[in-house]
């Protein structure tokens, strides 16, 4: 079981930077692959970036590569996201997602979820 808590969303305006992060409980969780997912009213969750258990090879989304930055820290059981150069479309609530497989750019490979923090991005 994991249990997963997001922080770090705010209001701020276009070119600025945020970063977020997500705490998680649980034992085992090195063993799991890490995620961020985002999403809007109206819209499905979308991919934004994953990093595999030992931190090696992330992979982005292509609306946030090179802009944002997905690392973590097994020791202190942290994700964190370092968004910078930010857009009005970047604007969504943004969720941590942990699964237990593989990493995958779509929600249904994820067990566990946080609850999501607010970014917003004004022009």
């Known amino acids: 079981q994991v249990q997963l808590v997001e922080s770090g969303g705010g209001l701020v305006q276009a070119g600025d930077s945020l970063r977020l992060s997500c705490a998680a409980s649980?034992?085992?969780?090195?063993?799991?692959?890490m995620a961020w997912f985002r999403q809007t009213p109206g819209k499905e969750r979308e991919f934004v970036s994953a990093i595999t258990r030992g931190g090696g090879t992330p992979s982005y989304a292509d609306s946030v590569k090179g802009r944002f930055t997905i690392s973590r820290d097994n020791a202190k059981k942290q994700t964190y996201l370092q968004m910078n150069s930010l857009k009005p479309e970047d604007t969504a609530v943004y969720y941590c997602?942990?699964?237990?497989?593989?990493?995958?750019?779509?929600?249904?490979?994820?067990?566990?979820w946080g609850q999501g923090t607010q970014v917003t991005v004004s022009s």
């Open positions: 997602a942990a699964s237990a497989h593989y990493a995958a750019d779509y929600p249904s490979a994820y067990s566990y």
């Open positions: 649980g034992r085992t969780w090195s063993n799991y692959v």
